[in-house]
């Protein structure tokens, strides 16, 4: 007889149920997402091991979707219609066997990611042989899952009821020895990178920060033990859809915190490119900052100067604005290479070296203009008349004559 349980119970335990497969659901795409952005387009080394992760997701995904209907249409509550029993076992069949495959390719897909950073042969055969090992034993659950009441999913329901499926005691074997190698892969995978990182050649900084990612398989290993626990609501046939929530429900964690964590052990050189563009970024607006109080101290500078100058220098302002406006004038006409530098000699916000340089440059063409018409006017006025000769010099020349 089905135990009775009040309605909030119930309701609680089909939401619980449902928002779990949702949330896993989502978070395993969005790292899985991250995966792919930074296999591709960060260090562009997309390999088998992601494309068995997403394989892994899109059948977890497929699992997820079957408990979601399964949670609409009557799971977690007690099942009494042979309609509903007969719709609602179908979909569990093909619950049970997509959690197998999900389970099967996710281990692949870490196999081949440890393959790829081991440093020891001896650490690789532990590899082949824990993935092997989980292989087969998925392979076996999933046909058994399929053909343990005969090879028609429709009719699995009136066979169970005639007592014509495989007896509890195979069931009991099939789903412990799945649920215990794959805890005890996940723990292998767990510990291996302490081996890996024993003989590594980095600081003890480095170990610990990589040795942080890589076992973030751990907590795959954990919702396998907590899982293990609940494998016998499997074989509860009696108020099944009832028992059989608490599997169900660590059935979703366990695959989805191994998709996580498989993921975010691969997004290490998307964390440093990011962290080295907001160095960039950072560096580019203090630089900014520095430039734009530069100018404002140069521009405070050259009004003090401008505002000191008719006080320092000799010629009154009238004449001063008057001669630097000659000599731009002169210098434009001539079309040379300077024609930039002085056309620009009024512009208050540059460098105060600049300006003096282009004032010192106005001096020497004023200086060469004011030589250049001394010159000039030297050449075009006229000689002294001579001086008379002496007597003496007169009188002998004179004679000679």
């Known amino acids: 007889m089905a135990t009775t349980h009040d309605d909030d119970s119930i309701q609680q335990r089909g939401q619980a149920q449902a928002r779990i497969a949702i949330t896993f659901l989502v978070l395993s795409w969005f790292f899985v997402a991250l995966r792919i952005w930074t296999r591709t387009c960060t260090i562009h080394n997309f390999g088998w091991d992601d494309g068995t992760i997403i394989l892994a997701t899109a059948l977890f995904s497929a699992y997820c979707a079957t408990m979601l209907y399964i ?60 993935v092997t090992c989980s292989m087969i034993s998925s ?84 919702a396998s033990m907590i899982r293990f626990q609940y494998v016998e609501g499997l074989t509860h046939f009696e108020d099944f859809f009832w028992n059989a929530t608490n599997i169900a429900i660590w059935s979703t964690v366990e695959p989805g915190v191994g998709i996580i964590a498989g993921c975010l052990a691969t997004l290490r050189p998307l964390l440093r490119s990011f962290l080295s ?15 734009s ?70 001096d020497r063409r004023s200086s060469r203009t004011s030589r250049t018409s001394k010159v000039s006017e030297s050449r075009d006025r006229p000689l002294p008349p001579l001086p008379p000769l002496p007597l003496k010099l007169a009188k002998r020349t004179t004679s000679v004559v």
């Open 139 to 222: 392979i076996l659950s999933f046909f058994y899952v399929l053909l343990r009441c005969g090879n028609v999913i429709n009719d699995y329901v009136y066979q169970q009821l005639a007592n014509n499926c495989t007896p509890r005691s195979a069931d009991l074997f099939v789903a412990y020895q799945q649920a215990s190698i794959t805890t005890l892969t996940d723990c292998i995978l767990a510990a291996l990178p302490i081996l890996i990182l024993w003989d590594a050649n980095m600081d003890i900084r480095s170990k610990l920060s990589v040795g942080f990612i890589l076992s973030l398989a751990a907590f795959g290993c954990v």
């Open 277 to 291: 563009k907001a160095r960039l970024l950072q560096s580019e607006k203090h630089s900014s900052r520095g430039r």
């Open 293 to 362: 109080g530069t100018g404002s101290s140069n521009r405070q500078r050259w009004s003090r100067s401008m505002h000191n100058m008719p006080t320092e220098v000799g010629p009154a302002p009238n004449t001063l604005s008057i001669d630097i406006a000659y000599r731009l004038k002169s210098t434009i006409s001539k079309r040379d290479s300077t024609d930039d530098i002085l056309a620009a000699a009024n512009d208050p916000f540059l460098d105060w070296q600049s300006t003096r340089s282009r004032s010192l440059e106005i």
């Open 71 to 130: 949670e609409a249409n009557g799971g977690g509550t007690h099942v009494t219609k042979i309609e509903e029993l007969v719709d609602l076992t179908k979909w569990t069949i093909v619950g049970e066997a997509t959690y197998v495959l999900t389970v099967m390719v996710l281990k692949i897909s870490l196999g081949i990611f440890f393959t790829r950073i081991v440093i020891r042969r001896s650490q690789l055969y532990v590899i082949y042989t824990a």
